[in-house]
């Protein structure tokens, strides 16, 4: 480090010049990347189901609607003014460009489950042909261009291609809102926490440096790959909190040299080499915990792993490199323009107070704190997972009107059917039988296949030239029509029923709810190598940093204890929906199934952001007295302003996502806040302190061929002791 620290000393005006000009230059290729990121990304491609609906696709010529209409009529949609009107719909609808089929109600015979129960609405359903970002704006188009009044009746138009794109335009919204409400409230603390209106814009600088230069990153990845789009809101709300948090141990570092009365470059260069170190061990863990979604088949948790690398990464070269070569070109006017008085402070404020309040009791302190985590987790053993639906958007929003109209006024959930693929079954008794049975499942309101319709386990409806639709040369497709919603339980389980019977051939499914089932599997597969990867690499970078093996224990399971205190919380909140009046939500019973993976990462990340700024000044303070409770009240006295400083201006930059209108955006927002202030005033500021006291001086203990290890490949922060007076803002 001490050679990076000269080099960026020496080279200064260079660096910042080459800084510049790669921000201009990511600017201008990756501003444009929203258009190549994927909207979708939720599936498994190796799944069964995916693999169905390509059969689908490629033998049948089906594919799933894309647009659901629903046409309400004055009076009964049977009446023959309704009726002539509905068929000029599905007309008009058939003729309009990257439309491949359209069926209706009118088109198909008159079907009751296609008529709602009160006779007055009708389901027209589309399908469009293009690649998923396509489809979402062909759905767009058609939802802007049909909604409203046709010809005297009134069209609200749904379904998973105008949700996706409402979600999508909904989301970019509430970012750039979130975004306008987060900065001057981050700008204003920032220049409270720093006292000076130059050094707080510090962090700014190298935020933009590491979310500009992520866009580009991103853009390259997105022509080789699938990128989510929902990559961008991460790689803003980390950039600013990362670079925040990177910025602010520096420069506090920096002041602090300056205060011991180095001059500029070798403050500079002491600076990098204790916290440009720790900056870089902090953002090593961060970014392996964002590594682990990339065991993860979804595109979706994927494009998070490539974005939060990449965001991770240049904030921590924006932090080490670029901001210490500014740093040198200010020297001591990075206090210009200050808005607040220095203090001399010794190791004996507030933080040393509480720290020695702590750790005098540490036993009682621990069980409170303790107690209070797992009480707030507790609800999280009553968890349960799926995916998003309609009821992520605001009521009164067009995609959400049509879900709510086919949950409370359709007798089956037609938009959502449960496609049973048969390959090499072409044995009419067979189909016959296969399809009676079918429909003596619970959950089932009928089936329909090449012999006719079913419902209870015989034939209500005979086969006609409609049904010849199920049949191939190379076998037959049936279809169930779920009585139950489509994300449910109880829909869950009526597919693992249908993949457990006994068939005539092997049946393969497909649908939102084999989806739903495959993307559970996929990601409940994977998890546990995500959570290995993400412990196991945790554990050996906190060991080389700080020779110890209880220490990096100690961090991981007060990490999951954090953690599961904010799982809890977001279950009692977003899945009971307990606040969902005050915040605004509609409570499902259940989560989205991706989200709190994501929260895990992210959090976990930071939470050993927060640990290893403290821990090393722990150390720092501990390898020059060898006193263990002294240590720890001078390290938390050092970095418990930092620490609390970042986290709630972190906090601030994500419970600005809260105001989304999207439920699964607005539990981000909220959850990240709750995990970062729960993780730097109850773990840090308590459960540290207490632990490390009831440790001694085992908290630095390791076996001989482990020391050994360290000796030889560790790394530790160097720098004068931290007991002499330092400048902070009053």
Sequence with gaps: MRRVADLVVRRRVLVLILALLGMVAAGAIGGGVAERLSNGGFEDPEAESVQAAEVLADQFGVSPPEVVIIATAAGSVDDQEAAATGVALGQALASEDHVTSVASYWTLGSPPPLRSVDGNRALVFVTLDGDQSQLLDYSATLAEKYRGDFQGLDIAVGGEGPLFAEV??????????????????????????????????????????????TFLILDVLARVTEVSIFALNLTTALGL???????????????EELALGNETGEAVRRTVQSAGRTVLFSAGTVMVS???????????????????????????????????ALLAVLGPRVEKLRVRKLRNNTSTGVWHRIAMAVMKRPVPIATIAIGLLVFLGLPFLDARFGQADDRVLPPGSEARVVGDLLRTEFAGFDSSPIDVVALGLTDVAAIDALSAELSTFEGV??????????????QAIPASLANMRFASDGGTYLQVVPAVEPGSAEAEALVEEIRGMDAPVDLALTGPTASLVDSKEAIYSDLPLALAIIGAVTFVVLFLMFGSILVPAKAVILNLLSLSATFGSMVWIFQQGHLADLLGFTPTGQLDL?????????????????????????????????????????????TGRVVTSAAVLIAVVMVAFATSGVTMMKMFGIGMTLAVLVDAFIVRATLVPAFMRLAGRANWWAPRFLRNIYDRFGFSESGPPALAPIKEPV
Excluded: C, W
Excluded at 241 to 255: C, E, K, N, P, T
């Design 168 to 213: 999508t335009e909904t989301v970019e919204s509430d970012l750039v809102t979130a975004e306008s409400i987060a900065l001057p409230i981050t700008l204003i603390l920032l220049v409270i926490v720093f006292g000076s209106v130059v050094s707080a814009l510090l962090p700014l600088g190298v935020g933009v440096f590491a979310i500009v230069g």
């Design 290 to 324: 964002l590594a682990a979604m990339l065991v993860f088949p979804l595109a979706f948790l994927r494009s998070f792993g490539y974005a939060g690398i990449a965001v991770v990464a240049l904030a921590a070269i924006g932090a080490v490199v670029v901001l210490p």
């Design 241 to 255: 909190g990362l670079a925040i948090d990177y910025a602010l141990f520096v420069v506090s570092r920096f002041r």
């Design 445 to 458: 309101a009928r089936v329909d296949s090449q012999t006719g319709t079913y419902l209870a386990g015989a």
């Design 594 to 638: 991706t989200m709190p993976i994501l929260m895990f990462a992210i959090a976990f990340g930071l939470s050993m952001d927060y640990e290893v700024f403290l821990l090393s000044r722990i150390k720092e303070e501990y390898d020059h007295t060898g006193d263990n409770v002294g240590s720890v009240a001078a390290g938390l006295e050092r």
